[in-house]
Structure formats: structure tokens, C-alpha cells
């Protein structure tokens, strides 16, 4: 049986990122040519454009630099360009097998910590899931914390996935809440009750914040939360860092905008599968959204209002949207979110908002580097065989800080094991 086109080219886009990911650490000048370029920054998108990066860094982006002397030269005819993809949701690093309990480590289960839990002290960098995702084209991850207690999960970060054990790059970058059913049933059983809970820790956090030194004393009143939960609310308050949501019903999403404006907090809504009902006032608040646009089907009684062009529909209101993997994924496939930005565009997202809700907006939302190409910043990119959002393309080349990534993964390393009749234990695949 032959090889096919595609499988031909993913082998042969392994090996030649091996040879780069060795090169890379030496800081070479690469240099992609006559390639179409979205740079979702000022100089928009190049048809036929080039782009230098030297030591770590994009040096220049024109539609014809020239001959210029480099390490490695990339042919991008018939190519695309991208920023790196960014996770806005996933437990990379903090789950392996989600049947396994002993490796997963992003939940606490019957304790009393909530706000204050921070996991990223069991961030694993060798999670055999970062090559796999950093192969499909991602480059950064929000990683987050769940519950199965509290309404409160804890403290999200930010990652590279480059594999190293100094890829966490932005610390307690959120603080992440249950509402909707799920926080209904954590709170007891009523969203009444979630919504209490919420509003309860905000405003003992005040408390907290205006009387710190006599509860500390003892001298004030028994609260509700702890002192190390109300100390992480901290910079909630503050507008210091954000709160990630999670809420599908319209009804839910408004009384979180109003709970927002009560508390001058800065809110962000992960789920918004009626977000489209209430696109305008998500807009006129300025509360940006991470949607699964795959979740079109109403498998909740919270999503009886779920439809494909959500995302399009919040868009053209003015919601920033960033896009998830396919819920059922999880953190195993982040990298489906640009199968799922491409299902919006099909659905009328403009398709270089398409690519944005994968990359500069996840960027904006969380506050975090990336998600643009412009010269003098970090060189971090995908080189796609095709249109980025088709799902028969695939990453050529990643970029991180300029470094070549190797793409070899334990699924690669299954297929090319059993490629052969004779490869591995000789059971392989035979005519």
C-alpha cells in the first residue's frame, strides 16, 4: 500500500523541523519567501510578501526583501502564514488521561481552598499533550483550573509549549468561576444560590480589602471565605485580573453584566451559547467572549438558543470572540479551535476575524504577548501548507521565539512505528 500525499508531507514536515529545532538553538536567521502572510497587525495581510526573523525575533515583514543571507530559507509559494494559535481554555499541562486520577492535577475535591487555589505548581512541561497540540499550529495556552466543589476553580496561567520547564509565562492571569447549571449544581442546586455565592465573595473580598488588619486581628466579624480566597480576590477587585465565567443562558450572561458593573470588575464569559441574544449589551459593556462554536447543538436546557453563527452574530455587534476547542475535545485537541474558527467563517465570521478569535484576540482578551506578527516582536508562527482554517492543511513549520519546533509527537511516533509491514512488532498494515 502506498503513502499518500499528506501522510508524505507530514513525515517529510517532521524531519525538516527536527533539522531546524537543532539549528534553532544556535538563534539562525530564517528567512520565509513568497508567502501570503496575515499579520493581523498594521501592515495587514501580504499576498505575496516575505518575512526575516533573527535571533528570536521577526527583523522585517515587506512584499520583497530581496536576497538576503540566511540560515534557512523557506519557499512559501502556495503557503500561509499565521501567528502562532493560542488555547484561550485548557488544562494543558495539568491533565494526561482524564479516567486517570493520578494524572490530573487541575481540580481539588473536598477542600476548603477556592479563589486561592493556584496549580500551576503541578504544571507538567513534558505532558505528552503540548507536542501533540504544538504540532496542529498552537504556540500558547490559557490553562485553567476546574471544580468539583466550589463555584470558585481557582487560578489560571498562561504557557508556551515549547516543552521546557520555563514555558509558563503569565502567572495567576485569571480567576476562574462556575455559573449556569453546572455552578447551580456545585452552589446546591439553584443559580439563586450561585449567583449569592458570588456576589457574597466579591463583597466580603471589599470587606476584607477596607478592614484587612482587624479580621486578621480576629477583631471583625466570621465571614464566609477564607482568608486566603478573600486575599485572591484581591486583584479582582482591583481590575488587576479578570474573571472567567462560565455561562450559556442569556438570562445568566445579564445578571453577570450587572454583578460586573456593581463591582467594577472586569468579566469574561467562556460559554455565551445565547450570547447572541444579548450580543448588544455584551458589546456596550465591553465583555469579550470564549465561545465553542461547535456547541450549536441544545444538549442543555441553558442552550435551547444555541446557533452556528454565534460567533458571527457577536462579532458584528462588537464583541471581542475568541475561540475554543470542541468542548467534547478538551484539552487533548486544543488545536481543533481553528476546525471550529472555520466552521464560524462558513457560518459569516469574516474570515481574518476567523483566524483573529485563534490568535490576537485570544492575545487581547487575556492580556498576554502573541498573537500578531510585526517587526520586533517575538517570532511566533505557524507556516500552514494551505489556508489555515481547512481542515486538510496542516502546520510546515512553528516558530517559538524564533526556534523551529520539532513536530514529532507520540501519535507520529505510532504512525511511523506501524508505517511498515515490518516496522515495530511486524504487525503492521499489509497489502
Not at 487575556?366 to 517575538?378: E, N, Q
Request: proline fraction near 3%; hydrophobic fraction near 45%; include cysteine.
Amino acid at each position: 500500500m502506498g503513502i499518500s500525499n499528506s501522510l508524505r508531507a507530514g513525515v517529510q514536515a517532521s524531519l525538516f523541523c527536527l533539522l531546524g529545532f537543532a539549528l534553532g538553538a544556535q538563534g539562525q536567521t530564517i528567512l520565509i519567501k513568497d508567502a501570503r502572510i496575515l499579520t493581523l497587525g498594521d501592515q495587514g495581510t501580504l499576498e505575496n510578501g516575505d518575512l526575516l526573523v533573527r535571533d528570536g525575533k521577526i527583523l522585517q515583514i515587506a512584499e520583497e526583501l530581496g536576497d538576503v543571507a540566511a540560515e534557512l530559507i523557506i519557499d512559501g509559494r502556495g503557503k500561509v502564514v499565521t501567528p502562532g494559535l493560542i488555547a484561550p481554555s485548557s488544562e494543558l499541562g495539568l491533565t494526561e488521561i482524564g479516567a486517570a486520577a493520578s494524572t490530573n492535577d487541575g481540580a481539588v475535591v473536598e477542600q476548603s481552598i477556592g479563589a486561592a487555589f493556584d496549580p500551576v505548581v503541578a504544571f507538567n512541561a513534558r505532558s505528552t499533550l503540548i507536542p501533540f497540540n504544538r504540532a496542529g499550529g498552537l504556540t500558547r495556552a490559557i490553562v485553567l483550573p476546574a471544580s468539583e466543589e466550589k463555584i470558585f476553580a481557582g487560578q489560571g496561567f498562561a504557557i508556551k509549549l515549547t516543552g521546557e520547564f520555563d514555558s509558563v509565562t503569565d502567572r495567576q492571569l485569571v480567576q476562574k468561576v462556575y455559573f449556569g447549571e453546572y455552578g447551580a449544581q456545585l452552589a446546591g442546586g439553584s443559580r439563586a444560590m450561585a449567583f449569592t455565592q458570588l456576589e457574597s465573595a466579591l463583597q466580603q473580598a471589599k470587606e476584607y480589602s477596607d478592614n484587612r488588619d482587624q479580621i486578621r486581628r480576629g477583631q471583625w466579624r466570621e465571614l464566609d471565605f477564607t482568608l486566603d480566597d478573600l486575599e485572591a480576590l484581591q486583584p479582582v477587585l482591583r481590575g488587576e485580573q479578570r474573571l472567567l465565567v462560565s455561562a450559556d443562558r442569556a438570562s445568566d450572561i445579564l445578571q453577570l453584566l450587572t454583578l460586573a458593573d456593581t463591582y467594577q470588575i472586569r468579566p469574561i464569559i467562556i460559554g455565551a451559547a445565547e450570547g447572541w441574544m444579548v450580543a448588544d449589551q455584551l458589546a456596550k459593556a465591553r465583555v469579550p467572549v470564549v465561545v465553542d462554536v461547535l456547541g450549536n447543538t441544545p444538549d442543555a436546557f441553558e442552550k435551547l438558543g444555541a446557533r452556528m453563527d454565534n460567533a458571527a452574530l457577536l462579532h458584528k455587534a462588537g464583541v471581542t470572540v475568541a475561540i475554543s476547542g470542541p468542548g467534547y475535545a478538551g484539552s487533548h485537541n486544543s488545536y481543533l479551535s481553528r476546525q471550529a474558527a472555520g466552521n464560524a467563517v462558513a457560518y459569516g465570521l469574516p474570515f481574518e476575524e476567523g483566524v483573529r478569535s485563534v490568535t490576537a484576540n485570544v492575545a487581547e482578551i487575556f492580556g498576554i504577548d502573541g498573537g500578531v506578527l510585526a517587526p520586533g516582536g517575538a517570532a511566533e508562527l505557524v507556516v500552514w501548507s494551505g489556508d489555515p482554517l481547512e481542515v486538510t492543511s496542516f502546520a510546515e513549520l512553528v516558530l517559538i521565539d524564533g526556534k523551529p519546533q520539532s513536530l514529532v509527537n507520540r501519535s507520529t511516533r505510532l504512525r511511523d512505528r506501524y508505517l511498515h509491514p515490518k516496522a515495530g512488532t511486524g504487525h503492521g498494515y499489509k497489502n
